[in-house]
């Protein structure tokens, strides 16, 4: 993969793809800029050898063109405040304003983007001298500004796309041993492949969140009402057949009988969940020996809750595991999404020693699945 090393941006105008698909609350104010922090580094980089910079991202999945509840405008006030310099949003791809850093409005907006159209990534090549694409949690996307494009320009990869690579390969290419995989979510079938590559390459695998259950159900246990998804039955019957000497799982429960917070709770001793009940986290022995394996841990690797950890009732176990996961000194990689969630929400974000910023770039990378906006630099 070309990075920032192989490329001339001296004097030069850089297209600048990032991931500036950020959480917005009901009133539209970021309430995590993790993704755009992330892409300072390549920014100012840039900046500071020399180049004019038109960032471009998408936010959301707007359909049918503009529509304002989509802006970039919140990441471009953000990015301003963060890189200390104007940022100027162009809403008007024919009509981009001259000036140091200019950022495109959402590039969801234009149909053939996701088409990966060629004659939009054209477009976009048109404004620029030179391709840069930072945008990791975007890299498992054919998209126009993530891949076509890439092939229009000189081009290459900026510094979180080349660390967030370079971390995420080098946990399943030649780990420090023990290799511990924590896996937790609400589907066994979204984390499939994961499991797979990891069944082949981890010393032992912890398994929570709702995706126990398929597992359960598998081994004949009763799962009440808990989440269960029907098709993660016969997958996760494959994995444990595999995996009798590395997966592990709940040896026992948090129950609801609502997924609320203000529901009647039962610890459960044991994984059988009672009718009229559902298991919403790993239980306090479950927890307890997890954070042991993690501990002894010479690479960690966590993807996914292991429980309901938004409900304050069912959060402890996703808090016990992040803790060991924070305090272990091993390395320690976190997959984006809702366990990057849990250990800011918990106060160990700082804690890890990577937290990716793709929440499903990130998985397809475990898996060993090639990521086209990866490919198109290589
Ligand atoms: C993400 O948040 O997963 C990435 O920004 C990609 O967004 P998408 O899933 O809408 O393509
Ligand atoms: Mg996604």
């Known amino acids: 993969m070309r990075t920032l090393e192989d490329l001339d941006v001296e004097g030069k105008r850089v297209l600048v793809r990032v991931?500036?698909?950020?959480?917005?609350?009901?009133?539209?104010?970021?309430?995590?800029?993790?993704?755009?922090?992330?892409?300072?580094?390549?920014?100012?980089?840039?900046?500071?050898?020399?180049?004019?910079?038109?960032?471009?991202s998408h936010l959301g999945r707007p359909k049918g063109g503009p529509d304002p509840k989509f802006s970039?405008?919140?990441?471009?006030?953000?990015?301003?405040?963060?890189?200390g310099t104007e940022v100027t949003l162009a809403p008007d791809l024919d009509d981009v304003p001259e000036g140091d850093v200019v950022m495109l409005e959402n590039v969801r907006?234009?149909?053939?983007?996701?088409?990966?159209?060629?004659?939009l990534a054209k477009r976009y090549a048109a404004l620029a001298d030179v391709y840069v694409n930072d945008a990791f949690g975007s890299a498992h996307r054919a998209h126009a500004s993530t891949e076509a494009v890439a092939h229009l320009l000189p081009s290459a990869a900026g510094r979180l796309l080349e660390r967030e690579v370079a971390t995420l390969r080098g946990i399943l290419d030649e780990p420090k041993r023990p290799l511990i995989a924590v896996?937790?979510?609400?589907?066994?079938?979204?984390?499939?492949?994961?499991?797979?590559?990891?069944?082949?390459?981890?010393?032992?695998?912890?398994?929570?969140?709702?995706?126990?259950?398929?597992?359960?159900?598998?081994?004949?246990?009763?799962?009440?009402?808990?989440?269960?998804?029907?098709?993660?039955?016969?997958?996760?019957?494959?994995?444990?057949?595999?995996?009798?000497?590395k997966v592990h799982l709940p040896v026992d429960l948090v129950a609801g009988q609502e997924f609320k917070a203000d529901t009647p709770t039962q610890a459960i001793d044991g994984v059988d969940v009672p009718e009229g009940w559902m298991g919403l986290d790993i239980g306090p022995s479950t927890a307890e020996r997890y954070a042991d394996i993690i501990k002894d841990a010479e690479t960690?690797?966590?993807?996914?809750?292991?429980g309901a950890f938004e409900l304050a009732p069912f959060a402890e176990g996703t808090r016990v595991v992040a803790e060991a996961v924070a305090v272990t000194a091993a390395t320690t990689v976190v997959g984006g999404g809702d366990s990057a969630a849990a250990?800011?929400?918990?106060?160990?974000?700082?804690?890890?020693?990577?937290?990716?910023?793709?929440?499903?770039?990130?998985?397809?990378?475990?898996?060993?699945?090639?990521?086209?906006?990866?490919?198109?630099?290589?």
């Open 72 to 83: 970039l405008e919140p990441a471009v006030e953000r990015l301003s405040d963060l890189l």
């Open 183 to 245: 896996v937790g979510g609400a589907k066994v079938t979204d984390k499939i492949g994961v499991l797979d590559a990891f069944l082949d390459q981890a010393d032992e695998i912890l398994i929570g969140g709702a995706m126990c259950f398929p597992f359960f159900k598998a081994q004949g246990h009763e799962v009440g009402n808990s989440l269960c998804e029907e098709e993660g039955i016969e997958p996760a019957g494959r994995v444990l057949r595999a995996g009798v000497d």
């Open 343 to 378: 250990l800011k929400q918990f106060g160990y974000a700082d804690m890890v020693d990577h937290v990716s910023t793709g929440g499903g770039a990130s998985l397809e990378l475990v898996e060993g699945k090639p990521l086209p906006g990866v490919e198109a630099l290589s």
């Open 109 to 119: 907006f234009h149909e053939g983007e996701t088409k990966n159209d060629p004659e």
């Open 300 to 306: 960690v690797f966590w993807n996914g809750p292991m």
């Open 19 to 56: 991931d500036f698909n950020v959480p917005l609350d009901g009133d539209g104010n970021i309430t995590d800029d993790a993704r755009i922090r992330g892409a300072l580094p390549t920014l100012k980089e840039l900046r500071e050898k020399g180049a004019r910079l038109v960032l471009m």
